[in-house]
């Protein structure tokens, strides 16, 4: 792994762990998009996994998954990931905790489907907004593919994070469309939006939550738009069918 890889992963493993300045969220943008085939939400998911299935009101995890995972786990890592209250430490520390986390969330995103209670992606919305990140209802425009459609949209400036929420918004063709999220940055040039990210709606209804995988750092959003736009996503948006508009404020 090059010094490069090293200090992405540095950078994940941090902001998972305690949040990142915005500096550092700053080079973390530039490093992912020059790494994109990294995950970038790996270690939230890993995180929020094992932060909810430790919560008191869920059903523990079945001693033979854990087992399982724990023998498959680093050297060294078993008996730190076993030890009780699981509790990220900070910076230095965070290494081990980090890895024990990564090799649990696979049994636990695969074992939850049986159990009562919100997939991964919901419980690190859900944090987030406790952490003080405020939810921005969506409004819906005349395209016939938002009728009914609504949400709301969830940014953290600080560890530039955050979810989009959307129930009824009309499902997609993936091989043919996709759906598109722009957020507007007061200091930046408004005729070019931030890319938030390419994604589908399903079919079947429902609620959705989507993460925001913004290309750029984002110093002071202002409006967050939905657009539909070729599979695969656009560079520079024509803006000729906005589905959801969220403005901060």
Known sequence: MSPEQ????????????????????AELAQLLARHPNVDAQAYERAAAAIHVAELGRHEPMPAHVRDAVLARAPRGVSRL????????????????????????????????PHQQGPPAVGAERAALVAAGARPIDWKATEDPAATGAKGDVVWDPRTQRGFMRIVGLAANEPTRLQYQLWIFDRLR?????????????????????????????????????????????????????????????
Do not use: K, M, N
Not at 84 to 104: H, I, S
Not at 204 to 215: C, F, H, L, Q, T
């Open 189 to 249: 040039d408004q005729r070019y939006p931030v890319d938030g990210g390419v994604f589908d709606i399903p079919a079947g209804g429902g609620e959705v939550i989507v993460p925001i995988r913004a290309r750029l750092p984002v110093g002071d959003a202002t409006l967050f738009a939905i657009t539909v736009e070729a599979a695969g996503g656009v560079v520079v948006s024509s803006r000729e069918r906005i589905v959801l508009l969220a403005q901060t404020g």
């Open 81 to 112: 990931a076993a030890a009780r209250p699981v509790t990220p430490p900070r910076r230095a520390g965070a290494w081990p905790w980090l890895a024990a986390a990564a090799a649990l969330v696979v049994a636990i995103l695969g074992w939850w």
């Open 6 to 25: 090293d200090r992405l992963e540095e950078l994940l493993a941090q902001r998972a762990t305690e949040g990142l300045s915005a500096a550092d969220a």
